[in-house]
């Protein structure tokens, strides 16, 4: 584990890969850790933000941005993606085997929309969120780093994305999000991404998470081997991480 200070009163952004060898992390653009893993991811249930993917584990805060890519990015493509913040797909992010990208700019209804596959401006992605016990007050039009975003109360809040084949990534996978926490119960782990956890369904996965000191941690699931990545910096409470 490394750890970075970065406790300034900024946004960051995380983002987090695994290609079948290795696991890293990168915040702001920069690798921070790498961890030796090898194997392949199965999960079967449906991808959860928000919450773990059975019951509880629930994110307090605010999420905006967040991607999921069936492949490894390089290191130059997530510099790339932070750098550039929120310009458009076509000038900012790589939609070479982008699965979902939510960007969560909805100011009503019960849907956090999917832009992973457009065509002629035309949404055609089948992985929309469904939002679950949402308040009037989930969308924030200016609380987001860029524009909206979607708050989540810690208690019962989450927006499941469904179990589509896309999701279902096998060998190499990359997870990024703009994260901004309200808090981190000690004894918690609040969940920003979950698919495949619930051991009741004997499936792996992947998630995103937070440890109760705001630790930031991504992990896999491989036929009941858990592995992780992560570093030892906090997150900064109040504030955007990514």
Not at 107 to 123: F, H, K, P, R, V
Not at 206 to 214: R, S, T, V
Request: charged share 20%; glycine share 12%; aromatic share 12%.
């Amino acid at each position: 584990d490394k750890e970075v200070a970065f406790a300034d009163g900024n946004w960051h952004h995380y983002a987090n890969t695994y290609d079948g060898a290795y696991m890293r992390m990168y915040l702001d653009g920069e690798e921070i850790e790498s961890t030796e893993k090898t194997g392949t991811i199965s999960g079967l249930s449906s991808l959860i933000i928000g919450r773990y993917d059975g019951t509880g584990y629930y994110f307090d805060g605010i999420l905006d941005e967040l991607r999921v890519y069936n492949r490894t990015l390089t290191p130059t493509e997530i510099n790339w993606s932070y750098l550039r913040g929120n310009a458009s797909l076509s000038s900012n992010v790589s939609t070479e085997g982008l699965v979902l990208y939510l960007p969560f700019n909805e100011s009503s209804g019960n849907l956090a929309q999917d832009y992973s596959n457009t065509t002629g401006g035309e949404i055609t992605s089948k992985n929309n969120g469904t939002l679950t016990n949402y308040g009037p007050m989930v969308y924030n039009a200016t609380g987001g780093k860029f524009a909206g975003a979607f708050e989540f109360d810690g208690v019962n809040d989450y927006v499941d994305c469904g179990n589509d084949a896309s999701l279902n990534i096998i060998e190499a996978i990359t997870v990024g999000a703009w994260v901004k926490p309200n808090n981190v119960l000690s004894g918690n782990w609040p969940r920003i991404i979950s698919k495949g956890e619930n051991a009741a369904e004997n499936v792996g996965g992947y998630a995103l998470y937070l440890y109760p000191d705001e630790d930031a941690t991504f992990m896999i699931y491989q036929s009941g081997n858990i592995k992780t990545a992560g570093h030892t910096q906090p997150l900064t409470i109040g504030e955007w991480n990514h």
